[in-house]
C-alpha cells in the first residue's frame, strides 16, 4: 500500500447572515469525489453560548443525498416532505433531494456543544430525478477486540450492514480508536476510501493524519489498518465507494450535470416551483446567490 494523499480543510461560512463556520475538505480542487461521496463539512465543538450554533434557514437540494451525524448536540430537521426529525449523536439522518427537495436545520435550546459533520452523496444520473425521501437509522455499535468501536452507518464494514438505501455502493461509518490501538479492516478492494480525523491523530497506509484532515486511499486494497499511536482516544468518519466515473456540476446546495441544470434549479427555487415548502420555520427561506458570470463547468474525479 501506497502513501494516503492528505486533504487540508479550509473554512467556510454556513447558512447566510447567521452563518456558522465549518471545515471542509471535499470538494477542494485536488479532489472532487471520494466514490460518490462530494461533500464533507466538519464542524465543532462550537459552545453555543458563543456561537449561536446552527441556524439554517429552508434551502433547496437537487440529484444528491444529504448525510447528517453528530458528535454532540441536537439539530431539529424539517422538510418540505412533511418530515419532522431530530439529529442526534449516533443516529443517522439520511434526506434524498432527487428531483429537489427544501429543509431547515437548527439546533435545539439544551444543546450547548454542536459539533459533527454533515455529508453529501452524488445521485447517479439515471436516479437524479428521483422522488425526495427522509431515513433515520440507529446502528448499532460494534467492538473489536482491538479496542476500536464501529458504528457504521452506510454499506457494509466489521460484518454489519446498514439497511439504509443509497444508490450507488457506499461506505460510511464512525470509528472510534483508544490509545496506543490499531485495527486492521477488511475493505471492498472496488472501493476508495477517505478517512476523515475528527479529535486526535491517526496513522492510514503510513501517513500521519491530523485533527480535520481527510486522508485518500486509492482502489485496490484489501484491507486498512487504521493506528492511533497516542495517548489520547481518537475519532474519525470512514468514507468509501467504487470511483463515481460521471461529472457533475455543483453549485450552492444543486447537483446537475451542466450549467443549464443548475440556472433551471435556481429559477425554480426562486420561483417557488419544484421545491415544496419547509412548514413550521420560524423565518424566510434562504434566497439563491447570483450566478456566475461564466457557465459552470462539470469537474469528475482525479484519476
Not at 427537495?101 to 444543546?111: C, L
Not at 460510511?172 to 471492498?188: F, I, K, M, Q
Request: with cysteine; hydrophobic share 35%.
Amino acid at each position: 500500500m501506497g502513501k494516503a494523499e492528505v486533504l487540508t480543510a479550509r473554512d467556510v461560512p454556513l447558512g447566510g447572515p447567521r452563518a456558522m463556520t465549518v471545515r471542509r475538505t471535499l470538494p477542494q480542487r485536488a479532489r472532487t469525489l471520494i466514490g460518490a461521496w462530494c461533500f464533507v463539512d466538519h464542524y465543532g465543538p462550537d459552545d453555543v453560548a458563543d456561537t449561536g450554533g446552527m441556524d439554517v434557514a429552508p434551502h433547496p437540494h437537487t440529484g444528491l443525498q444529504t448525510v447528517s451525524w453528530l458528535f454532540s448536540g441536537e439539530i431539529e430537521h424539517r422538510d418540505s416532505l412533511g418530515s419532522h426529525a431530530m439529529v442526534r449523536p449516533g443516529e443517522l439522518n439520511l434526506m434524498t433531494g432527487g428531483h429537489g427537495i427544501s429543509h431547515s436545520e437548527v439546533s435545539t435550546p439544551t444543546t450547548t456543544v454542536l459539533h459533527g459533520v454533515q455529508l453529501w452523496v452524488a445521485l447517479p444520473d439515471r436516479h437524479r430525478h428521483t422522488d425526495r425521501d427522509f431515513q433515520h437509522h440507529v446502528p448499532r455499535a460494534i467492538r473489536t477486540d482491538g479496542g476500536a468501536e464501529i458504528r457504521v452507518f452506510l454499506g457494509s464494514l466489521a460484518g454489519t450492514t446498514s439497511p439504509v438505501c443509497t444508490f450507488t455502493p457506499l461506505l460510511g461509518a464512525e470509528l472510534l480508536l483508544a490509545p496506543r490501538v490499531s485495527v486492521t479492516l477488511t475493505v471492498d478492494p472496488d472501493f476508495e476510501h477517505g478517512l476523515l480525523v475528527d479529535t486526535g491523530e491517526v496513522m492510514m497506509a503510513e501517513t500521519p493524519l491530523g485533527q480535520a484532515e481527510l486522508g485518500y486511499v486509492a482502489p485496490g486494497e484489501t484491507t486498512l489498518t487504521l493506528t492511533n499511536p497516542t495517548d489520547a482516544p481518537a475519532r474519525t468518519i470512514l468514507l468509501g465507494g467504487p470511483p463515481f466515473d460521471e461529472e457533475i456540476v455543483m453549485w450552492w446546495n444543486f447537483i446537475g450535470r451542466s450549467h443549464e441544470d443548475i440556472a433551471r434549479a435556481r429559477a425554480d427555487w426562486m420561483d417557488g416551483t419544484r421545491f415544496g415548502e419547509v412548514k413550521g420555520y420560524d423565518g424566510d427561506r434562504l434566497p439563491a446567490p447570483e450566478l456566475p458570470s461564466v457557465p459552470l463547468k462539470a469537474r469528475g474525479r482525479v484519476r
